[in-house]
């Protein structure tokens, strides 16, 4: 300790330390950003592709595998799945691990031609998965004509909003766009013998604006240009088209004009369709809180200038709001949890410049802890926040037993300096080995593979460095302070030993004495451990709680097939239920894919609330539980995880025809209902439809001088409007659609549609035959093939002993050429997880015995400090259980972090028996003692940790629901353990040197008996 001696006698180096902190920190400060998550992305992207409700077979052919044959040649894929359903393809790519950032660029730029080269794609999106998604403040625009909204959103909204350097972005969705529609008359055209295919090659060929080459004028060569384009209505309705009765004007044979087109609608605001939603994305020198109040500041100048009107422009969502709000709660809780903590410590010790010193180290080692974050390019975000909380409640660990041990030395009669020096010095050891046993918890987690390793990583070092920095604190600041500050009178030494210490020391030596005793005590926190095992039932459980304040996102699952109709009718139905729920202010609902729906809820705002939220959110799902009777709807979660994935078994069929698929699906649903313990077996082709396939007879075409394709435009084009071109009018790209006007509605009217071929006039029905074929709802592709899932629970069952089984009914199965069959899915993802969690938690335990097995020098006393983690779980058990928090990956940090605090209190106990001991004092002496001299600052830690975390457990605001349950966690859990650790480990330490000294007692006691004989 002659660190500690040459800090003491130089103060200044600590003074201008703690300067150096408060300059630094402030600034860092300052500095960081601020952000809901991390900027993180993974390596993963999804491309989704929207085109009305076109056939899925036509989405598959014309859409789906030429996108993924472009996608397949990409550098840096590692894989990728689709499904494609009516009107949707949505392509799921892998990366290759640690290239998405790198090839993501390149998928981009393949989706975004896709638009260009395909007719009737009406959106196509492709997004990198990300901690943050790509826009960050949300308003909508509904109440009024759709027609009035698009011209505001695309003309006044759009470029006010990206005129703001705050905003990077602005898109729009569900936006109409007028086309310009050709109507050919048919009976005309056969009249002037001209057919769709010279319209449609024609239009082209006259929209020209370009140079046909120089020429000279007055010695100059000038550019000759020819410019015939077509630049309104009236220029397109008088283009000249040749006939066989000469040149005539466009209009003579079609009408022309600008039209609506009939929209699909996909979302809904309060139940209607006329509803634009508006995504606004930040740059990147701006936060979000900075977005926010720019956009609203800019929507409030519209609304005073009287631009929006007849129509409502709403704020949907912020993110700057919600982490405002969650900042303000966090930084109100540790100071309220500080202010708490400091008040323990002035209760113990009674002592004000003792319980400054404690004041002084708190605010270092946040600043210190803001300062490394700084360092390290980390933002302030929901991440690190949940690290700063967790790290805050154990900050003033180390500070706390180094100055409890200072204090007591002082109390004892040491000189200061010595009292300084020799405090810091006996408990140096125990307060670094608490500090690493925590640390090393942490260190695995840098092996975890995939995009949760790369989330908890961020926590992880946030939580390392604010441990880190305290202890910094802890053995420079707390002693020089200490030093300088701490006078006791004289009055105040050897004070007398407290009740509670002589019954606790009369009980570790009523326990001592006997071996059935310590056996009783500990079978009776077995007892206890067991029975509270029970209450699990009794505790709600959920992946992740709703962080949402006063909102709520809702996931809806559909069963597979389901078709657009059904869509739209169950989203009515979800806005008569939500009219009768109190307390919803309102509702967005959007169709996410064939098989799931999104619903965003906003709810009145707190300070106008009656109804708590999770009664609210009960009401929603209860509500949208009422339809599944009548409605095809699966299951219904707050941004849970649902679907396929969550069969536990799945068997993968890939191939081409859809018929041998379905067949081969059928055939191994049969054997798998022979294996006990398998239920609800099914294939994911889910719903079949039924349409009319066109044979065509094509020796019939070929003599009447057609091609198949002039057959099929022909058809086509009397069904629906086809692009031809675009047209640029009043500053707007506008598509030019071609269509006649036969009205074609069954298949009589079909066959009697007459056609114009070499041979003159001719029926439709000459030519094709119709035939009825049923076609999936929902076609999925793995790696470019159709694939068709055979899904299936199971009960009661051990899951090994039914994947050999169901691997063996595979085995049996004729495959057919070209096609494969393999077992897949959660199962063999699940287990891959479980054994790297297993693995991961393993090392961490044994890094945690290591830091104690070379800090105690002995195999046997890291146990005996471990065995109180799993007794620790009674105490999480009993708080969740009496709060009704919920179990969640919240409260799941929040039992990590309780592991090494209890280790702490238990290592102090430990550490100081075994210096007592080494002073030859007896076993249970030195227990008693150790126990003594330990349990102020074990109830000083122990309390001022729950102190700290008391506000965040009763929290209300933003923040509680995800710093509430690990709060809990923290505080039941810790308070339990102190009594497990000054009476468990006491009982648990002579059991363990009574096991290992029987074979030396044994050896003993068979040299005495033997001595005995000889003499």
């Known amino acids: 300790m002659n660190w500690l001696s040459v800090l003491i006698k130089r103060k200044i ?17 300052t500095k960081l950003n601020v952000e809901l998550m991390p900027d993180v992305t993974f390596d993963a992207a999804i491309v989704n592709v929207y085109a009305g409700e076109k056939p899925v077979l036509d989405m598959e052919e014309q859409i789906t595998n030429p996108l993924e044959e472009q996608i397949a040649s990409l550098q840096h894929v590692d894989s990728f799945t689709s499904t494609t359903s009516i009107g949707q393809t949505s392509i799921t790519v892998m990366f290759e691990e640690g290239k998405g950032d790198e090839a993501f660029p390149e998928l981009e730029a393949v989706v975004n031609r896709l638009k260009g080269e395909v007719p009737d794609v009406d959106e196509v999106y492709a997004f990198q998965f990300s901690m943050n998604s790509p826009f960050d403040y949300f308003l909508d625009l509904y ?20 005129a703001l350097p705050e905003v990077r972005e602005v898109q729009l969705l569900g936006t109409v766009q007028e086309e310009i529609v050709i109507t050919l008359h048919e009976q005309r055209m056969r009249d002037y013998q001209v057919d769709a295919q010279q319209i449609i090659q024609l239009i082209p060929q006259e929209d020209q604006n370009v140079s046909l080459g120089e020429i000279d004028k007055d010695g100059q060569q000038v550019t000759l240009r020819w410019d015939t384009k077509l630049k309104t209505i009236e220029d397109l309705k008088k283009l000249p088209v040749p006939t066989a009765e000469g040149i005539i004007e466009l209009d003579d044979m079609a009408d022309i004009k600008i039209e609506q087109p009939e929209v699909i609608a996909a979302a809904w605001k309060n139940g209607d369709p006329n509803y634009i939603s508006v995504q606004v994305g930040r740059s990147t020198q701006a936060t979000d809180i900075d977005l926010s109040e720019a956009v609203r500041a800019e929507v409030q100048k519209m609304k005073e200038e009287g631009l929006i009107n007849g129509f409502q ?29 400091i008040a323990i410590v002035l209760l113990f010790l009674r002592h004000v410049r003792t319980t400054l010193i404690i004041g002084i180290a708190i605010p270092s080692s946040i600043l210190l802890t803001f300062a490394s974050m700084w360092f390290l390019d980390y933002s302030i975000n929901m991440l690190t926040l949940i690290g700063l909380g967790l790290g805050i409640g154990m900050m003033v660990d180390a500070a706390i037993v180094i100055l409890e041990s200072i204090y007591r030395k002082l109390q004892e009669g040491f000189p200061r300096l010595q009292a300084v020096v020799e405090g810091t010095k006996e408990v140096a050891t125990a307060v670094l080995a608490s500090m690493l046993t925590t640390v090393v918890v942490f260190v695995p987690i840098g092996i975890m593979s995939g995009e949760l390793g790369k989330i908890i990583v961020i926590l992880s070092v946030v939580i390392v460095v604010t441990l880190l920095s305290s202890v910094l604190i802890s053995f420079t600041v707390i002693p020089v302070l200490a030093h300088q500050w701490i006078k006791l009178k004289k009055n105040s030494t050897h004070s007398r030993e407290s009740r509670l210490l002589n019954r606790y020391g009369t009980f570790i030596h009523w326990m001592a004495q006997k071996k059935r005793r310590r056996w009783s005590v500990v079978c009776l926190f077995f007892f206890v451990f067991v029975g509270s095992l029970f209450l699990l039932t009794q505790v709600p459980t959920t992946v992740m709680p709703d962080v949402y304040d006063r909102q709520a996102e809702l996931l809806i699952t559909l069963e597979r097939g389901t078709t657009p109709a059904e869509q739209r009718e169950i989203a009515e139905q979800l ?106 077996i099914q294939h994911s082709l889910g719903k079949m439809v039924e349409e009319q396939q066109m044979m065509i007879d094509e020796e019939k075409v070929t ?3 057609l091609l198949p394709s002039a057959l099929r435009q022909q058809i086509q084009m009397a069904m629906s409007k086809q692009p031809i071109g675009h047209m640029y009018v009043n500053g707007t790209y506008l598509p030019i659609m071609l269509t006649n006007d036969q009205d074609i509605n069954t298949a009589q009217d079909l066959e009697k549609m007459k056609i114009m071929t070499s041979l003159g006039e001719k029926a439709v029905g000459d030519f094709i035959q119709l035939e009825q074929i049923s076609v999936p709802v929902e076609i999925d592709h793995d790696n470019g093939d159709r694939v068709v899932t055979v899904l299936a629970n199971y009960e009661g069952e051990d899951l090994g ?37 297993l693995y991961i938690f393993l090392i961490a335990l044994f890094l945690v015995y290591l830091v104690m097995a070379i800090q105690f020098n002995s195999l046997i006393h890291p146990v005996v400090v471990m065995s109180i983690i799993p007794l620790t779980l009674t105490g999480v058990i009993l708080g969740l259980f009496i709060t009704q928090q919920e179990l969640s ?29 080494q002073q030859n004092m007896e076993r249970g002496a030195a227990l008693a003692e150790a126990g003594k001299n330990r349990m102020r600052p074990i109830f000083m830690t122990t309390l001022t940790t729950v102190a700290g975390m008391l506000p965040l457990a009763l929290a209300t605001g933003s923040s509680s629901a995800y710093q509430a349950p690990m709060a809990t966690v923290v505080i039941s859990g810790l308070l339990f353990a102190t009594l497990i650790t000054l009476i468990l480990i006491p009982a648990v330490y002579m059991i363990a040197e009574d096991i290992i000294g029987w074979p030396k007692r044994w050896l003993a006691k068979r040299r005495t008996s033997g001595e005995s004989v000889s003499s």
């Open 13 to 29: 180096i600590v003074g201008l330390f703690l300067a150096l902190i408060l300059v630094v920190g402030g600034y860092a400060v």
């Open 143 to 162: 109440g009024g004509s759709l027609d009035e909204m698009t011209v505001f959103a695309h003309d006044v909204l759009k470029p006010r909003l990206e």
């Open 313 to 341: 422009l709403e704020e949907l969502a912020s993110k700057g709001e919600f982490i405002r709000s969650s900042i303000e709660d966090v930084t109100r809780n540790v100071l309220i949890g500080g202010v708490l903590a």
């Open 575 to 680: 806005h008569l239920k939500m009219q009768k729920i109190d307390e919803v202010k309102d509702y967005m609902v959007v169709i996410f894919s064939s098989d799931m729906m999104y619903m965003f809820v906003n709810m009145t705002p707190e300070e106008e609330a009656v109804r708590a939220q999770d009664e609210i959110n009960q009401d929603i799902l209860q509500a949208i539980e009422s339809l599944q009777e009548q409605y095809p709807i699966e299951a219904s979660s707050t941004m849970g995880f649902a679907g396929m994935d969550a069969y536990p078994v799945q068997v993968k069929i890939k191939g081409h025809d859809l018929d041998q698929l379905l067949a081969l699906s059928e055939n191994i649903m049969n054997k798998l209902e022979q294996i006990e313990g398998l239920t609800e």
């Open 703 to 705: 003599e009447s001088g």
């Open 801 to 837: 002993s039914i994947n050999r089984q169901v691997q063996a009914a595979i085995q049996e199965l004729e495959r057919p050429t070209g096609y494969s069959i393999e077992l897949g899915g959660q199962l063999s993802q699940q287990m891959e997880a479980f054994t790297e969690l």
């Open 889 to 917: 990956v919240m409260s799941g940090m929040g039992i990590v972090m309780l592991a090494g605090i209890v280790l702490n209190n238990a290592i102090l106990l430990i550490d100081r028996t075994k210096q007592l001991r």
